[in-house]
């Protein structure tokens, strides 16, 4: 296990000097000021704007603070989404496709060692962004909007980590199966397009991954049904895992595939 | 001497393809072993099986008489066009190659060190590879496959890509290393086959055409001949119709054939200064690896 220590310094130096540990965050941040800002000041920022007449300004909508929390989670559920796969997609892929993979293979590393140290800095990174985006939303909300109670709040964002974690293990065990394109393609299709028909499908079952971010945001409104929650975390982490040996698998058998 | 490196029926199939086809071949230790042969000829798919990437269609490798090793242990690799990680600085690379390969820190520090300054990278070790030229690459790849002394070096085209002074400086580096390793390198420049070779592999679609020492290979394909120059080419004429022997004549030299060990050199010598022509020189020659590859890579 000391190549893992050795590849994961590797990782984490081209994660710092690529800035992807300091705009991957900060995009996270962006829409966790961003969501209570344009939900609190919506009402001036028309009104600035004009037009509108006034019969429309009083039925305006008021947000509870949970709604804010589930809305910023809403954006990241789609444009966080989009930046962890297309920001991650090619992290094994791109190392067979230009060759710099070759000298790591010849060495006598172990492709867990590999895919852990990949997974761990990705992991790290994006759960970074994400807690820091969530915090930040939390604050101006609380500020704008009135409390959150911390216990809904940290039942919520924990929860949400699990599928944070499930997302960045697809991205990672699809870019040691595929190349770079069908790695993002699979990705996009297995994150947001199943999401979508979990959603509309998904009466049926109760017990999915993708329903994890649907339970996370129970916990602000009340909290979802412990049976149905705690199987679907561990068929959740169960499948973390399985993705995991099937990451691994993949990056020793498309080994013979990086460029010489 | 025992074989460090043993190949048996050694096969790579792309599809209908058969990309190396059945080699055999042993490397012993300390030697230095060239692999020829035009493009395309198997050499970039044979080291990158030995080298562990690739896994043989059919056949086996066994290292030091163990045929299921994990080669990665043993081995330096370079590729034909090393890539690496443009972010890291020289140092990091080398020192995470050297830990990686199982060194401790402290040494694999040293290491990297030392062998930078070895491949004439010492003002280089803290500027990022990203912005290293070819030939710079080239002697950093070098230095990656033997930081952590390994007992047998892999390298593909390790001079191809070089000017000649380069060529020179990694040729003049790999000499030196003949002492402490067994070396097996594939290149199409014959003259540096020709330079450090205790075998020659001939590859040519797959297939190992020929193979055993430089001598062996020569004494093969040699042919052995006389060339004798003259001030004009009517003395070339003239000597053609003295002399006891049949000489092709080619402007103002000739060509004397002595596949069959005759004639001696005294005798044509001798015959020459009884001539009385004027004779500017007279040499044997036996026929370069240029036209000895040309021979075999062209056999039907």
Do not use: C
């Not at chain 1, 000021?33 to 429309?56: D, H, R």
């Amino acid at each position: 296990m000391r190549d893992l220590v050795i590849l994961f310094q590797k990782e984490w130096r081209e994660n710092t000097r690529n800035f992807k540990i300091l705009w991957i965050p900060l995009i996270f941040i962006f829409f966790g000021v961003s969501e209570p800002l344009t939900s609190y000041y919506l009402p001036q920022i028309l009104e600035s704007v004009g037009n509108i007449p006034e019969e429309a300004m009083v039925g305006f909508p008021e947000f509870t603070p949970s709604q804010i929390l589930m809305a910023t989670m809403g954006q990241y559920q789609f444009i966080g989404m989009l930046v962890l796969i297309l920001g991650f997609t090619g992290t094994i892929s791109r190392e067979r496709k230009n060759g710099t993979g070759t000298l790591l293979y010849v060495r006598p590393i172990s492709y867990l060692s590999y895919f852990l140290s990949k997974w761990k800095v990705v992991s790290i990174i994006a759960l970074t962004g994400v807690w820091l985006g969530l915090l930040t939303s939390w604050y101006y909300t609380g500020q704008l909007f009135g409390p959150v109670p911390a216990g809904d709040f940290f039942a919520f964002a924990g929860t949400y980590s699990v599928w944070i974690l499930f997302v960045v293990t697809i991205v990672l065990a699809m870019s040691a199966w595929l190349p770079t394109g069908g790695a993002a393609g699979l990705s996009l299709a297995l994150i947001l397009f199943v999401q979508i028909v979990d959603s509309l499908l998904g009466t049926y079952w109760t017990v999915s991954p993708w329903k994890i971010a649907t339970y996370a945001t129970q916990w602000l409104t009340g909290s979802p049904d412990t049976s149905d929650f705690w199987w679907s975390i561990s068929v959740t982490i169960v499948a973390i895992v399985v993705l995991i040996v099937f990451g691994v698998w993949m990056s020793k058998r498309n080994a013979s595939k990086t460029k010489v | 001497m025992s074989a460090i490196l043993e190949a048996t029926q050694l096969t790579k199939i792309y599809g209908a393809e058969r990309a190396v086809n059945q080699l055999n071949f042993v490397l012993e230790e300390g030697t230095s072993t060239a692999l020829i042969g035009p493009n395309g000829a198997g050499k970039t798919t044979t080291i990158s099986m030995l080298a562990g990437l690739l896994k043989p269609t059919e056949g086996s490798i066994s290292l030091n008489g163990e045929p299921r090793a994990d080669v990665r242990e043993f081995i330096g690799f370079l590729p034909q066009y090393p890539q690496f990680f443009s972010w890291l600085t020289a140092l990091e690379f080398m020192e995470m190659a050297a830990k990686l390969s199982g060194m401790d820190a402290r040494s694999a520090k040293l290491e990297a060190q030392k062998t930078l300054e070895f491949v004439g990278l010492g003002e280089a070790l803290k500027k990022k590879t990203g912005t290293f030229s070819g030939g710079m690459k080239q002697r950093l790849g070098l230095a990656q496959a033997i930081v952590h002394k390994p007992k047998l070096l892999l390298l593909d085209e390790p001079v191809s890509a070089l000017d000649p002074v380069g060529r020179r400086e990694i040729m003049n580096l790999l000499k030196s290393l003949q002492q402490e390793m067994t070396i097996l390198y594939s290149t199409h420049i014959l003259n540096d086959a020709e330079e450090m070779t205790d075998q020659l592999l001939f590859l040519r679609k797959g297939q190992l055409v020929e193979q055993g020492s430089i001598g062996d290979v020569r004494a093969k394909y040699d042919q052995p001949r006389y060339r004798v120059e003259f001030g004009r080419p009517e003395d070339a004429q003239t000597f053609a119709h003295q002399a006891p022997w049949a000489m092709q004549v080619e402007g103002t030299s000739g060509i004397i054939d002595m596949t069959n060990g005759l004639p001696m050199m005294n005798d044509v010598l001798r015959s020459l200064a009884e001539s009385g022509l004027d004779v500017r020189k007279a040499e044997r020659q036996t026929a370069s690896l240029e036209e000895i590859f040309m021979k075999v890579a062209g056999q039907a």
